[in-house]
């Protein structure tokens, strides 16, 4: 009997196998399918354009098919969304952020309607850590105005911000070209303007200038960063990582060892490097009405921050040893942190500062601001040929008969600035992010 029915057996299984090839091919081609780019615009989010040349359609397919792959392995990365810029950079972003889990997603010659189509499958369903936003540069080339690139963006945010309220995101503005490359100056420029006003006062996000960091006089890519005037080489990506670095460092993603740093004799700390203890907000009440273009907040009685480890309204904030000053949601806020004390005899003051690219801030000796900020792009001392952009630089105050001399990294930048008798040392908060630490004061007999 079995070698009667062997036969029939084997039609079976023969009609079996053949019956279920068709559904494997079908749902291979479904798989692959569902990382194409739409045939048409129809029904899809946002409005410009979306590219579909041949070279762009597989480079689309394939990079988002092996993304789909790398799933469970991406979780909770953060993640840079962007274009040929991004990508670029390389699957780990060179190395540029040591042990930081990071995801690249940036696809060659996408616009920012592409990032949004792709948004959910690419970024979303990685639970980021962070999403890193650079975009925009491409929806110029094919003709896209400001205000579709700019609404795009908004779109891009809001699905960000719906999936998590409290994800951070960092958009980064974009970065100069040239007219040559159909990515003109002022389009550029009014693009990032909108950018700012989309996101201006939303604490979940932070902007970095990082189209002032590129830009040259004319507001255009250089050479020397920009073969192309389009893509960065070596050095612009290494410009890139100095300016994200602060940021991640703020958000706790790097830089998290405590600063070893001890005092030397004669010295004391003015900042313990946990806590805000010995600073506060001084009451300033005579500002109370007064019109002004810029966010000035007003206290109306002075607010004492020991044992704090951050300001009231978290503006400044302990952070592994440094005193963080961030980056305002309004885009400029100017307000002042002061010591509780005062320092009537001569002293040297010792500190360093780390800028993002254009950051303004100050340092108060008694009561009159030395300038501090990222030199070389906002001044005044643009001349500096030991400020390091983006990195630790060293300033030294030396107060004798009520007269400071201030130096940076060992360059002087006033030689004789005039001060009242006495007074507490403050630090300024404006635009950007700024960073303080090792702050300590040796009293002068």
């Known amino acids: 009997m079995l070698v009667r029915f062997r036969p029939l057996a084997l039609l079976l299984m023969s009609l079996f196998c ?11 081609a479904t798989s692959g399918e569902q990382f194409s780019i739409p045939a048409t615009d129809e029904g899809l989010p946002g409005e410009g354009p979306i590219r579909r040349y041949d070279w762009f359609k597989n480079l689309w397919k394939n990079k988002r098919s092996g993304w789909a792959k790398q799933i469970e392995k991406d979780q909770n990365a953060v993640v840079f969304l962007g274009d040929s810029i991004t ?5 780990n972003m060179g190395g540029s952020f040591g042990d930081m889990k990071v995801a690249n997603r940036g696809i060659s010659g996408d616009t920012t309607r592409g990032m949004l189509v792709r948004l959910d499958e690419d970024v979303l369903s990685l639970n980021p850590k962070a999403v890193v936003m ?15 690139i700019a609404g795009n963006v908004k779109l891009i945010i809001a699905e960000l911000k719906k999936h998590n309220a409290d994800m951070p995101i960092v958009l980064c503005e974009v ?14 420029k009014q693009i990032n303007q909108l950018y700012k006003e989309a996101v201006k006062g939303d604490p979940q996000i932070t902007v970095v200038d990082t189209w002032t960091l590129f830009a040259n006089e004319n507001g255009d890519a250089k050479k020397e960063e920009f073969p192309d005037l389009l893509h960065p080489n070596q050095e ?11 940021i991640f460092a703020t958000l706790g993603y790097l830089e998290t060892n405590a600063d070893d740093f001890e005092v030397e004799p004669g010295f004391e700390s003015l900042f313990n490097g946990k806590d805000l203890t010995g600073w506060m907000f001084k009451a300033n009440p005579e500002r109370e009405g007064k019109k002004t273009s810029i966010a000035w907040p007003v206290f109306k009685e002075d607010i004492v921050f020991d044992g704090k480890t951050e300001s009231s309204d978290g503006r400044y904030q302990a952070v592994n040893g440094r005193l963080v000053v961030t980056t305002p949601t309004e885009g400029r806020r100017i307000q002042q942190l002061w010591t509780t004390r005062e320092f009537p005899k001569d002293f040297i003051l010792k500190l360093e500062f780390r800028a993002t690219p254009n950051a303004d801030s100050g340092v108060f000796l008694r009561q009159p601001q030395l300038q501090c900020r990222d030199y070389l792009l906002a001044g005044p001392y643009k001349d500096l040929k030991n400020y390091k952009p983006q990195k630790w630089n060293e300033m030294v105050v030396t107060v004798k008969d009520n007269v400071a001399h201030c130096t940076c990294n060992g360059e002087v930048l006033e030689e004789a600035y005039k001060l009242p008798e006495t007074g507490p040392i403050g630090l300024e908060g404006d635009r950007g992010q700024m960073e303080y630490r090792r702050i300590r004061v040796k009293q002068l007999p």
């Open 18 to 28: 053949l019956a279920s090839q068709p559904l494997v091919a079908q749902e291979t």
């Open 175 to 188: 970065f100069p070209s040239s007219a040559s490359k159909k990515r003109p100056a002022d389009k550029i």
């Open 134 to 148: 650079l975009m925009g540069t491409n929806d110029l080339e094919e003709g896209a105005s400001p205000e579709t």
């Open 236 to 246: 612009g990506y290494a410009m890139w990582a100095a300016a994200l670095r602060p």
């Open 87 to 91: 990508q670029g950079w390389g699957d």
